[in-house]
């Protein structure tokens, strides 16, 4: 895809809707061949998909190996809104908590007081991270109203030529 066409799919309010969100599914191989897919924690910053981990998290061995990624974020009510986005993976690995990792998490309900306690249990366990940052490279955007998966759009357009044969 052109990097207008990503831009484009990116700033439709939905897919703004979706990348405001929190939580994505990042898929990836892992060193064994097979695929995986995990939940984690996101934060979009206007051109990139920022995720953090921990330092010996399974998922860097192969992402190092292979950073060929692709996310999903989706909503749970139906129809769903769908956002997919591939890229690569490129891994910075930082001092401390990243600002990104901290607002991620930012959107969980927690009282003022709750909110300092995960804070400083969060302290407590990381004197580091690795940052996930993807830059998209293709991008679709499936709201089950104006734009449909592309199979299902093949199979419309299937049984529109026979109804009008």
Not at 39 to 59: L, Q, R, S
Not at 60 to 86: F, K, S
Request: contains cysteine; charged residues 25%.
């Amino acid at each position: 895809m052109r990097p207008d066409e990503i831009a484009e799919v990116l700033n439709h309010p939905t897919s703004q809707q979706l990348l405001a969100r929190d939580i994505t599914r990042l898929a990836y191989t892992a060193t064994d061949g097979t695929p995986r897919v995990v939940p984690i924690g996101f934060v979009w910053n206007g051109t990139e998909i920022v995720m953090c981990t921990a330092t010996n998290a399974p998922k860097l061995p192969a992402l190092r190996h292979n950073p060929a990624v692709a996310l999903t974020i989706d909503t749970e009510v139906h129809p769903p809104l769908i956002l997919l986005i591939r890229g690569r993976a490129e891994l910075d690995v930082v001092d401390g908590i990243p600002d990104e990792y901290m607002q991620a998490n930012g959107t969980y309900q927690m009282t003022p007081e709750q909110r300092v306690e995960w804070e400083a249990e969060v302290r407590s366990i990381y004197d580091g991270m690795v940052r996930v940052v993807v830059t998209p490279t293709w991008a679709n955007l499936i709201d089950f109203e104006t734009t449909l998966p592309s199979a299902v759009e093949e199979l419309m357009r299937r049984r529109d030529e026979r109804q009008r044969a």
